[in-house]
Nanobody, 117 residues
């Protein structure tokens, strides 16, 4: 059974930091690149960062230099360290297989990140 459980979101002021975690079932985590996606109200879900099983990373231009994705293969967990947060980072954040066309249809509940100015 595919399970994705995101946590770590919250309310933070502009310039603050948060660290998101995602616990994934082994069936979806092993051997796959994993990504963090976000969806703001009225907008499409977008991939903001992804990491291969070997640790190679890619970032969307909007978060480059501020966000860092990492993974612990032994714990089937992927993380997103978010620094220098901006109001436009406000969204629900999800993890799943990357890229989007390979993502599992069974999304987790996501974790809300709200950045106040």
């Amino acid at each position: 059974q595919v399970q994705l459980v995101e946590s770590g979101g919250g309310l933070v002021q502009v310039g603050g930091s948060l660290r998101l975690s995602c616990a994934a079932s082994g069936s979806i985590f092993s051997g796959n690149a994993m990504g963090w996606y976000r969806q703001a109200p009225g907008k499409q879900r977008e991939l903001v960062a992804d990491i291969t099983r070997g640790g190679s990373t890619t970032y969307a231009y909007s978060v480059r230099g501020r966000f860092t994705i990492s993974r612990d293969n032994a714990k089937n967990t992927v993380y997103l360290q978010m620094n220098s947060l901006k109001p436009e980072d406000t969204a629900v954040y999800y993890c799943n297989v990357a890229p989007f066309f390979r993502a599992s249809p069974h999304w987790g509940q996501g974790t809300q990140v709200t950045v106040s100015s």
